[in-house]
């Protein structure tokens, strides 16, 4: 499995943080996560998540032990709080340019791990800017080719 690097520190693969951010999301609403549910979520075979979990548990996202469930380390809550966080700006940001609600979780999902966070910083300040200028934002809603125009 090929490891990414950012400034010496080795970042998790895109698979890697699918897991995660399903782990902390499903901590986060049920106050754990069983394999058996990760699995579910992400529709994948309970013994790949297996594999997953066991993988993450070696580069210290996680601590795992077999039939007794596993708990996110410090280092594992901090990235998928991040992933999370990451996840929902992107669905903001879409939102916020006018991209059809139906197809806007698909879209994060296939944008989200070629993004660097440079680029998730940036567009944090894009999204923070129209929250913050409404006149800013009805502007650009107006400017949206999809609508018919209703200036006469």
Known sequence: MKEYKLEGIAMPTPSMEDYIEKIYSLIE?????RVSDIAD?????PSSV??????????EYLIYEKYRGLILTPKGTQ?????????ALLESFLSI?????SHIY??????????????????GD???????????????????????????
Do not use: C
């Open 79 to 87: 990235m998928g709080k991040r992933l999370l966080e990451r996840h």
């Open 29 to 33: 609403t049920k106050g754990y996560a």
């Open 106 to 123: 698909h879209d994060v999902e296939g944008i989200e791990h070629h993004l660097s966070w440079n680029s998730i910083d940036r567009i």
């Open 126 to 152: 894009v999204v923070q800017f129209f929250e913050n200028h409404p006149d800013a934002l009805k502007t650009l809603k107006e400017m949206d080719p999809t609508k018919p125009d209703t200036k006469e």
């Open 41 to 45: 979520e992400l529709f994948v075979h």
């Open 97 to 101: 340019i006018g991209v059809d609600p």
């Open 50 to 59: 297996t594999k997953m979990v066991q993988k993450l548990d070696k580069d």
